[in-house]
């Protein structure tokens, strides 16, 4: 069964600060990795990784992949308030029917204090 | 470009009665469509999908069904609500041969 982690379960910092999320996966036939912010109501999508040690970067925002121990970083430096959200990992099932399915972490609760 | 739209936003309904949420998408043909619930503000669980009109694939058993009537347009069911049907519900679209998902506002249900 495909199965994705994510840890810490929630993090609280300060203003400036700069945090490392992580997403570790268990799934047959890889194909890409996905980062999404939720704030109050929908996900937003954040970065589709797929290769191995290629970042990608939005603002303060990057994040990495690394196909060979299974698990993926996301790093947002100098925090500011308005990145408190949950911050969700998702693996797509590979294959036939299960083609486009997402397979979600528990998340992760940012809080960032001023 | 693509909008996808959910209603209503909240919705607070007694054990027993029925439930229908709608959701639609704009802008794309022939998109794979998918309703989740979230609890608790923690991982989406994958609820149903659908690859095509009137094609519907079951994750999870449970009290609650799903229509696809027209291409764009994806629609959640109960006959009887429980109280284990609070949550969050999350429509998404899905373009072919890519695997990112895009969400609509959601539906916040809660059932007394």
């Known amino acids: 069964e495909d199965k994705v982690v994510q840890s810490p379960l929630s993090l609280v910092v300060h203003e400036g600060d700069t945090v490392t999320l992580n997403c570790s996966y268990e799934v047959t036939n890889f194909r890409s990795l996905l980062w999404y912010k939720q704030e109050k109501k929908a996900p937003t999508f954040l970065f589709m990784l797929t290769s191995s040690g290629i970042e990608k970067k939005s603002g303060r925002l990057s994040s990495i992949l690394d196909k060979k121990e299974l698990f993926s970083i996301l790093n947002i430096t100098a925090t500011q308030t308005g990145d408190s959200a949950i911050y969700l990992c998702a693996v797509p099932t590979a294959g036939g029917t299960s083609y486009g399915k997402l397979t979600f972490g528990q998340g992760t609760i940012l809080t960032v204090h001023p | 470009s693509q909008t996808i739209h959910q209603w209503p936003a909240t919705l607070v309904q007694p054990v027993g009665s029925p439930l229908s949420l709608e959701c639609t998408v704009e802008?794309?043909?022939?998109?794979?469509l998918y309703w989740y619930r979230q609890a608790a503000g923690r991982g989406l669980q994958l609820l149903f999908y659908?690859?095509?009109?009137?094609?519907i694939s079951s994750e999870v058993p449970q009290n609650l069904s799903a229509s696809r009537p027209q291409d764009r347009q994806f629609i959640l069911s109960s006959k009887k609500l429980l109280l284990s049907d609070s949550g969050f519900y999350l429509c998404a679209w899905r373009a072919a041969a890519t695997d990112t998902q895009y969400f609509g506002p959601g539906t916040r249900l809660t059932v007394l």
């Open positions: 802008g794309t043909s022939n998109p794979n």
């Open positions: 659908s690859v095509g009109i009137g094609q």
